[in-house]
């Protein structure tokens, strides 16, 4: 299989002398698709309202939102196709810059993928 690569930082296109790169194995196209079904669960894609987690109910503490933002990662992780298990899973939340950023590793069907992903989100 293959993707468009794009930067696992910025998310914009990876060109190679001004043409579009596409992913180079199975591994690396994996861990597009990871990044890009974690954008997705967070709410990225505004067009699935079904996709994504739900707000924080007035009662619930934002702590409290950010254990259920963390178990919902790791099940989304252990649900894409082609992931057999989490290794390794990490999450941290910068609060002054409001940006949630987890270190993963997961045991693939193509091999070990150690990656990570980051997202702006409003909990604490």
Known sequence: MKSIALDPQTG???MDN???RYTKDDLE???HVVRHELSLFLGEWFMDTKKGLPYIPKRQKKSEHRK?????L???LM???GVKRVIGFVPRYDKKERLFHVDFVLKTDYGTLKDAWKNIIGGE
């Open 18 to 20: 001004g043409r579009m």
């Open 79 to 81: 649900n894409i196709r």
């Open 12 to 14: 914009k296109f990876v």
């Open 74 to 76: 790791r099940v989304k």
């Open 29 to 31: 196209f994996l861990a």
């Open 68 to 72: 259920i933002l963390e178990t919902a």
